[in-house]
């Protein structure tokens, strides 16, 4: 438990959020292969607002990011950025895809859910995140995601 806590200048935190984004219209337009890039895309902005992704999965229609982060880290940009970079590359590396099912340049709901993690160990809602039913998984007969104590139903 004390390797959670971060340090920076005069405060010591163990800060984590679960962040969740629905894609526009929740249209199912996330690929397995989308799920992988968007995870080295959040990874990356991760890494350049100085947080930490914890873990990250998603389904067709949304994602579920679970990071750490520090106290002076202000998150509606930070997921105003998320949303917007996302999107663009998203947008810009799998065009067929998206085309598909947006017209406009548009990808994410203008609304997101997020939450501290304090309601249950992050060890659970780690769990919660990795049963996903990824859209690879979809037709493979895997079970269907448990719900997660503490949190939304899923944003629906």
């Known amino acids: 438990m004390k390797d959670d806590f971060v340090a920076s200048g005069r405060s010591v935190s163990d800060l984590k ?6 894609t526009k219209y929740r249209r199912k337009v996330l690929t397995g292969e989308m799920l992988a890039r968007l995870s080295a895309i959040v990874s990356g902005l991760c890494d350049k607002w100085d947080c930490k992704m914890i873990e990250f999965n998603g389904e067709q229609d ?13 998150l509606p940009k ?3 950025n998320l949303k917007s970079i996302s999107s663009r590359r998203l947008r810009s590396e799998f065009p067929e895809r998206v085309n598909q099912f947006y017209w406009k340049a548009v990808f994410w709901n203008e609304s997101y859910f997020i939450a501290s993690c304090g309601g249950v160990t992050v060890t659970v809602l780690k769990k919660y995140i990795e049963k996903q039913d990824s859209p690879d998984l979809a037709n493979s007969g895997a079970s269907s995601p448990v719900p997660c104590p503490g949190s939304h139903p899923d944003a629906d």
């Open 17 to 22: 959020a679960h962040l969740v984004l629905t």
């Open 62 to 74: 949304h994602i579920h990011l679970l990071f750490q982060y520090y106290p002076q880290m202000e």
């Open 78 to 80: 930070f997921i105003s």
